[in-house]
């Protein structure tokens, strides 16, 4: 998971749109968020050895979630569903599946031979792909 942290930043996505809709995010807010650029950090948690923070900012919302890896935790998502989340690693990929309303969302990410983390994003059978550069924003 280690490989992970850091910053990253969107730089395209595909579908995007189709996953908001799956998940019933309002027409305003997935037309806001089809041209924002989003923001990821990763980090393990200070003092903390096995816990992470994932922070998250779109525009002008920001998030954040603790988890150790395997466990359960609850998340806010940009989109405002409260879900229950659990994080794993499978090898060189990332999962993460929040259980929630409307439905569930599976997330997998790997970085590329680029060294682009490659976003996979799969809501009912519909599949979305960003695409994150490293990057110099600081989430403070």
Known sequence: ???????????SQENWDKVMKALEVGWLTRK????????????KKEGEADVYTLKWKITVKTGEADYKEGEEFDEETPDGRKVK??????????????RGQPADTHISRVIDEAGQMVETIKVKDIVCTRIYK???????
């Not at 924002?36 to 990763?42: C, D, E, F, I, P």
């Not at 989340?85 to 929040?98: K, L």
């Not at 490293?134 to 403070?140: D, I, K, L, R």
């Open 1 to 11: 998971m280690d490989k992970f942290c850091g910053n990253w930043e969107t730089v």
């Open 32 to 43: 806001a968020a089809a041209y924002a650029t989003g923001y990821l950090n990763l980090s």
């Open 85 to 98: 989340s659990t994080v794993t690693m499978d090898g060189d990929t990332y999962n993460a599946v929040q």
């Open 134 to 140: 490293p990057s110099e924003y600081v989430f403070c």
